[in-house]
């Protein structure tokens, strides 16, 4: 039987989050993962504007799935992108009951993010993938995550 789920990219933009360089790998590693077993990846960034990104995801990523027709893109202008995420999911029939999270940053756009799908997808399972998210601001991060109901904390 195989394993549906959606792989969500948060902010993957190394020009307006540095953070991005250190996971890059952590999150290609997903990436292909996520095509190996036909599942869609969904890329959110980080806009001031909705009609063009100023800050793209870096090309080592979106090489990755240039021709891939499970690939999907969104903006978002402030730290949560759960409802663009949710509205994707739902207008798409994509998998909404694993929903894979990788990207940056782990105190920041991940966490509001993943605190907002948890509203929106009450019976969703949350996986934060270790190994590929970044931007802790020290080695504790994962404890912001524990009061989240059915959110874990894996290794890629």
């Not at 195989?2 to 902010?11: E, R, T």
């Not at 929903?99 to 940056?104: E, H, I, M, Y």
């Not at 105190?107 to 802790?136: E, M, P, Q, R, Y």
Request: charged share 20%.
């Amino acid at each position: 039987m195989q394993d549906n789920y959606s792989l969500v990219v948060i902010d993957m933009q190394p020009t307006a989050f540095p953070a991005a360089y250190d996971v890059i790998d952590g999150c290609s590693k997903a990436i292909k993962k996520t095509i190996k077993s036909n599942n869609p990846v969904i890329y959110i960034e980080y806009s001031y504007s909705n009609f063009k990104s100023e800050w793209p995801t870096t090309p080592r990523l979106t090489n990755i799935t240039d021709n891939y027709n499970k690939t999907f893109y969104l903006k978002k202008n402030e730290q949560d992108g759960s409802k663009q995420i949710t509205s994707l999911i739902k207008k798409n029939k994509l998998p909404n009951d694993k929903v894979l999270v990788c990207g940056v940053k782990t105190t920041a756009c991940v966490l509001s993010t993943v605190k907002g799908l948890n509203n929106i997808l009450k019976n969703s399972s949350l996986f934060i993938l270790d190994g590929a998210v970044g931007g802790h601001c020290n080695d504790t991060w994962y404890k912001r995550y524990q009061d989240i109901n059915n959110c874990f904390i894996i290794k890629i």
